[in-house]
């Protein structure tokens, strides 16, 4: 039997408790407000540690998920790339591709570069500068491709059109990431010579055509 102070007194020992059920609340709170793996865990070991445990005991959880980046809608994309195209009056210049890989935004010869180089221009600068606000908003991986027409390159700095693509490609993707701030995990570049042409190289006009930057905005993988 307690006596009558102790039993007057025991009100302290539930308050106690829920104290500390309220507190193991908000470190639980506090961890998946922040989508953090390392706080995550640090808050379970101080959880377990409140319970019981020791500070280096394992629960039985699992890495909370990242947050995921809502993905636009293709349809909404589009609509947004040709806006900025017709505003800009870029439609010579820019063509929209769409299929099974994502959205191509093809950069035509007569913007991009002078023949044999792949120093960005200013008016490839202009084109990027109203094209990367939407860029870099994207969830999507963003793949940057040069290419060429089928005539030999005569150069020391670029000793084939393997090597010409490859730096017109990268001087695109760094300008966008240096300049125009996109993320660089999300950006990667290819050189494809002369090995992907969409009109052919026996005219003048075709290899122009086939003289390009294809800025493919890759579908997320689920």
Known sequence: MFGEETDRD?????????????????IILYAMSNINNEKY??????????FGGNKNSTLLVKSMPMLSVPQI?????????RKII?????????????????????????????S????????????????????????????????????????????????????????????LMKKEKLSPDKVSIVGYSKYKPIASNETAEGRKLNRRVDIVILNKSK
């Open 41 to 50: 865990r640090s808050a379970a070991n101080a959880l377990s540690s409140v």
């Open 86 to 114: 017709s505003k800009n009056k870029f439609g010579k210049s820019i063509k929209l591709v769409k299929n099974k890989r994502g959205i191509t935004i093809r950069i035509l010869d007569d913007i991009l570069f002078a």
């Open 116 to 175: 044999g180089q792949a120093d960005v221009t200013g008016e490839t600068k202009k084109v990027l500068s109203k094209l990367a606000p939407v860029l870099r908003k994207l969830p999507n991986d963003i793949r940057i491709e040069g290419h060429t027409d089928n005539v030999p390159i005569v150069s020391k700095k670029y000793p084939s059109n393997w090597h010409l693509s490859v730096a017109i490609a990268t001087n695109i993707a760094y300008y």
């Open 73 to 81: 809608p293709q349809k909404t994309l589009m609509s947004n790339l």
């Open 10 to 26: 025991r009100y302290i020992i539930t308050y106690a408790d829920l104290i500390t059920l309220l507190l193991g609340l908000f």
